[in-house]
DNA sequence: CGGGCCTTTGACTGGTTTCAACTTCTGTGG
DNA sequence: CCACAGAAGTTGAAACCAGTCAAAGGCCCG
């Protein structure tokens, strides 16, 4: 059974068997706490992640100190602060450990070296960056379609395991809005 | 003077002299004009648009029946609605011309041969996606971060050249409020 | 079993929408 | 080149979605 990273690169791209542990050499593995930060405001976007297992949040804090959620990544999800990362700048954003998380990371200029050496990996990439834009394109749709209190039926509906998964008051941070508000919408019918 | 797709492709990727005319003939070349329709909601997302000169916009229409503006492209933008536009379906999605209009049209099948016959273009597209895909994840952001009024001034400050282009009407569209919002925020003194 | 974190409740507030009417701009044909 | 019709922008009043604040209740984990 192949490391988990090398089996979702191979749904996407064919490699050869002696390839997988190769790439594996430019990840190192780490592994975080429920609530540990992986990356603080202010920190270099040094790493992006791969999650193996466990599930990460990426959040700022807004200027009235509340702690608003852009992201969750799960089991073959990737995440980081993808403007700071691309230029290796500090970021404006948190990373978090929302349970006990294992992930593989790779910093800016091994990825560079990953990419001369494993060009197959563009593809992957290229596949890897498309569906999440996509996916962020239709978020984008949701967000102005939708009132606050459809955004949460819908999120409940396509998304009703990983509800279970999560606190409350994360899911309120994601979809925008209050734990107030979030439990005056559970209190009433359906419409 | 290369046609303009294949200068852009060469400010990420290096191709031979030849490659250029070569992988122009994979796309096609059309002309919209101001106001026309390139795509309408139940289309076939059968394009991906490479924008020559011109803008274009993608908007839905919400069930009010008011137009919401999710993306503005200019010259050396790519669009199209990625989700539809992947798994081939149909499109909920308008895109429409803002100004007389200029692009490169690339439909999927052709796409795939293009990276079969250019696999340096899986690198172009990874970095193009990877770009976009951060610039929405900053949008969201401020999405979540700036109260509508804070939304028009940060696009204000960041694109006044662009502001010039459009009409306010579809700046209101753009940021997600009414024509008369924008105009009460236009009257006020800027805080 | 205790403390702190999470969730709920209710009253008040405000940013933004809605609607309707009016004014100004723009482009097209006579 | 002017006239006019439709499109775009402005104004003000009333309504509403969702936030804020404060306080009480529930529940998880040490």
């Known amino acids: 059974m192949a490391e988990q ?37 202010g920190d270099m976007a040094k790493f992006h992640y791969f999650v193996v297992k466990g599930c990460l949040r990426l ?24 403007m700071a990362f691309q230029s290796q700048k500090t970021t404006d954003f948190y990373i ?45 749709k949701y967000l102005f379609d939708l009132s606050r209190e459809e955004l949460y039926y819908h999120f409940s509906d396509h998304y009703p395991d990983f509800i279970q998964r999560i606190p409350q008051y994360l899911l309120a941070s994601f979809l925008g809005f209050t734990p107030e508000y979030l439990s005056e919408i559970r209190k009433k019918k359906r419409p």
């Open 96 to 140: 978090q450990a929302v349970e006990n998380t294992e992930v593989r990371a790779i910093d800016y200029p091994t990825q560079e070296r990953l990419f001369e050496e494993f060009p197959q990996l563009e593809r992957y990439f290229r596949l890897i960056y498309q569906r999440a834009y996509a996916a962020t394109q239709l978020r984008v």
């Open 5 to 41: 990273l090398i089996q979702h690169l191979q749904k996407f791209v064919s490699l050869k068997d002696e390839d997988g542990p190769a790439i594996l050499r430019f990840f190192q593995a780490k592994s975080f706490k429920k609530k540990e930060n992986l990356v603080e405001e």
């Open 59 to 82: 959040f700022f804090v807004n200027d009235k100190g509340v702690e608003q959620t852009l992201q969750f990544a799960i089991e073959n999800w990737w995440l980081s602060d993808y």
